[in-house]
């Protein structure tokens, strides 16, 4: 029989499923422009690059953000989750980056849709960014915050390790190598973004990279 941890937990790992279908897979989040810079061109030098990537803004910016939109989605508090999405809109660096965001957004909430979830929160966000929605998400299905920031977290380490894999590029066991650092060191952001009293954006080298990528002249990925 199922219980509603089995059902909590099954929910997460959807959330976290690279099969979910908003177009993850196509972006490498400057990844991409870090390669062709010379910045990453090994095992090594990818994980240093992920893993600042993990402190520095996920732990720091998005994670953070996810929690504060989850607590507001739990509170149906509206007037927060648009203070929240237009905060994400506005600490976009670049124009690959806002509209990754939204393009992710609205595909998640296309996804809650088909899936006859109540969007009413979603709504008046026009567009949903991807970190709003995906605590939305979260809350509706009945995702513990904790939880959710895991998956999140193991979500984007798990898209970002296959961008490496196919742009550095880098072998299958380098990649399982470098989702072990990563995973290693989830716990501590999430942690770190439980914490925060609010998400801080400050990633001025990540945002130069992702200008770069814009008219970087071979692309792979979207951003």
């Not at 893993?51 to 803004?57: A, R, T, Y």
């Not at 809650?112 to 979603?122: N, R, S, W």
């Not at 929605?133 to 920031?149: D, E, K, Q, S, T």
């Not at 990563?182 to 770190?192: C, G």
Request: proline fraction near 6%.
């Amino acid at each position: 029989m199922t219980t509603g941890t089995d059902s909590a937990l099954l929910h997460l790992l959807w959330l976290a499923s690279p099969a979910l279908p908003v177009g993850a897979f196509s972006y490498s989040e400057g990844l991409e422009a870090a390669t062709d810079a010379g910045w990453v061109h090994d095992e090594a030098s990818c994980a240093t690059w992920l893993l600042n990537q993990l402190e520095l803004v996920q732990a720091r910016a998005e994670l953070p953000l996810v929690a504060a939109a989850h607590r507001a989605a739990l509170a149906a508090d509206g007037e927060a989750l648009q203070r929240l999405n237009a905060w994400v809109l506005s600490t976009r660096e670049s124009s690959e980056t806002l509209q990754q965001t939204q393009q992710m957004g609205r595909s998640l909430m296309a996804w809650m849709q088909g899936l006859q979830l109540d969007t009413a929160l979603l709504q008046p966000l026009q567009p949903p960014t991807w970190p709003v929605a995906y605590a939305v998400a979260g809350a509706l299905r009945g995702a513990p915050l904790p939880g959710l920031l895991q998956a999140a977290a193991f979500g984007w380490a798990e898209n970002l390790v296959m961008a490496a894999v196919r742009g550095v590029p880098l072998g299958q066991s380098a990649g399982q190598r470098l989702l072990a650092q990563l995973v290693h060191a989830i716990p501590a952001a999430v942690d770190k973004a439980l914490a925060a009293e609010a998400p801080m954006a400050f990633a001025p080298l990540l945002g130069i990279t992702s200008c770069r990528h814009e008219t970087q002249y071979s692309r792979l990925f979207r951003s």
